[in-house]
């Protein structure tokens, strides 16, 4: 899974009640800050 997928993977579960809030926010700084390249994301995905 790429991590563009990781993240919206991830927001899914969230919105499905599957993490809290302070699991979410550790998971996605992750891949966002770190993980995924930015020139994969389109222009509404990086804001």
């Known amino acids: 899974m790429t991590p ?3 993240l919206y993977y991830l927001i899914n579960e ?6 809290d ?3 979410f926010c550790n998971q996605f700084t992750i891949i966002f ?3 995924i390249d930015y ?3 389109n222009e509404i995905e990086c804001f």
């Open 33 to 35: 800050n770190i993980e």
């Open 14 to 19: 969230y919105i499905e009640g599957n993490y």
């Open 21 to 23: 809030t302070a699991a």
């Open 4 to 6: 563009k997928e990781q």
């Open 39 to 41: 020139a994969d994301l």
